[in-house]
């Protein structure tokens, strides 16, 4: 895997039913990361045409603003999702002069023109997706190809900090740490709490379950866990092997958002190979704390992928028409934890790897996510997060996708 493409991502804000306010923030992170100021202006005329796509056809639409960064260049992402009615016909409505309210209806083929990523899911009935991202110009080098890990927070409704997180990194890379000067400080961001029954699935066909499964539970399951395996001293195997995490601070609210964010600094910053490795570091990161649940994988090139889990996060290797589960054992990271056991597993061509916190329901199938499995993972996080995100918790997916 030598050469992948990883970025950190930052989640800024949400928007629903607030095109102006959506356009300033964009202005004004553009500014801030050092985007450029014509490079600025094209993020935000794209921020206000699909901010007002959303108000002209969409139900229960939000945008999200977030930062993205390598060691070498920061960019932003606008991420927008909506419950419906979809597109019957996505390349018609790329096409300049398409419109179904009798407006212009160059919305979508100027944001795809003007952003150096754009990506659109849209089922009929359910809604629609859409990724654009904007990158300082000329292009680094360092930013070709997709990058092989993506996901996404949302706090529970009247917060406006996640107590949910999620990152990603290279065994063997230094962290990438933000300039002071690029540094998003949320306490002077003046943002009303925004309304999250779009991504929380007010309408969701997937139900929250009555109580958390165990892991014998989750083992029993069709498919669940068949292939996986408990592997007491495992090492990391040869070569560069990516490490994922998904961390869900207890509670939520700005205690909980601590205790993840200590979680993914340590993590970040930490010398771990393997996924216990990795879990030894966040745990002594989270005394102090009021703790989480954590779960880390290392994949490798050759299609192993080594898990640990601590508490109730969710994971499994998925494909078309199958999904693995994961075992996640009893703890708290940063208070009681007990023995580590880490399970190998070999993930198919095409599978990805899903993990995600007890703010979505594990009811969704692999079906609901046949159709998303060429798009890049921050997408396919978005989709599943609209389809079985719940209304009581923080939320947050993270999807790993690689040629393994």
């Not at 079906?367 to 719940?390: K, N, V, Y």
Request: charged share 20%; proline share 6%; aromatic share 4%.
């Amino acid at each position: 895997m030598g050469g992948t493409l990883l970025l950190d991502c930052e989640d800024v804000a949400w928007f629903r039913d607030q095109p102006e306010a959506a356009r300033g923030a964009a202005a004004a992170l553009g500014r801030r990361i050092g985007l450029g100021e014509h490079r600025t202006a094209q993020l935000v005329l794209a921020v206000a045409e699909l901010a007002t796509n959303l108000t002209k056809h969409a139900a229960d639409g939000s945008v999200l603003l977030r930062v993205l960064r390598n060691r070498d260049v920061a960019g932003v992402e606008v991420v927008v999702v909506d419950g419906g009615p979809g597109m019957t016909d996505v390349t018609a409505a790329l096409r300049d002069g398409m419109s179904s309210v009798g407006t212009l209806g160059i919305g979508l083929g100027s944001v795809q023109r003007l952003s150096d990523r754009f990506e659109i899911h849209s089922s009929p009935g359910l809604g629609t997706v859409q990724l654009a991202r904007f990158w300082p110009h000329p292009l680094h080098s360092s930013l070709r190809g997709e990058a092989m890990v993506g996901g996404i927070t949302r706090p529970i409704g009247g917060e406006d900090v996640c107590g949910d997180a999620w990152a990603a990194r290279a065994d063997n890379d230094p962290p990438v740490v933000p300039p002071a000067s690029e540094r998003i400080d949320r306490a002077s961001e003046v943002v009303r709490a925004p309304d999250w029954s779009t991504l929380t699935a007010a309408r969701t066909k997937y139900p929250r379950p009555q109580h958390s499964p165990t892991p014998t539970e989750r083992a029993e399951r069709p498919g669940a866990g068949r292939r996986s395996e408990l592997v007491r001293g495992a090492a990391a195997g040869p070569g560069q092997g990516i490490l994922v995490m998904s961390c869900d601070g207890l509670g939520h609210g700005p205690m909980a958002a601590m205790a993840s964010q200590a979680a993914v600094q340590a993590f970040r910053t930490g010398s771990a190979r393997t996924p216990e490795q990795a879990m030894e570091e966040v745990h002594r990161a989270l005394r102090g704390t009021r703790g989480a649940a954590v779960a880390v994988a290392r994949l490798e090139p050759d299609g192993r992928a080594l898990f640990c889990g601590i508490g109730n996060i969710s994971a499994a290797v998925v494909t078309a028409d199958s999904r693995a589960n994961l075992l996640s054992h009893p703890g708290i990271v940063g208070h009681q934890m007990r023995q580590l056991r880490t399970y190998e597993h070999r993930l198919p061509a095409h599978a990805i790897l899903v993990m995600h916190s007890d703010g979505l329901s594990e009811r969704w199938k692999p079906g609901d996510l046949a159709a998303l499995l060429h798009h890049p993972p921050a997408l396919i996080a978005t989709s599943l997060l609209r389809q079985a995100g719940t209304r009581r918790d923080d939320a947050s997916v993270v999807i790993a996708k690689g040629a393994w």
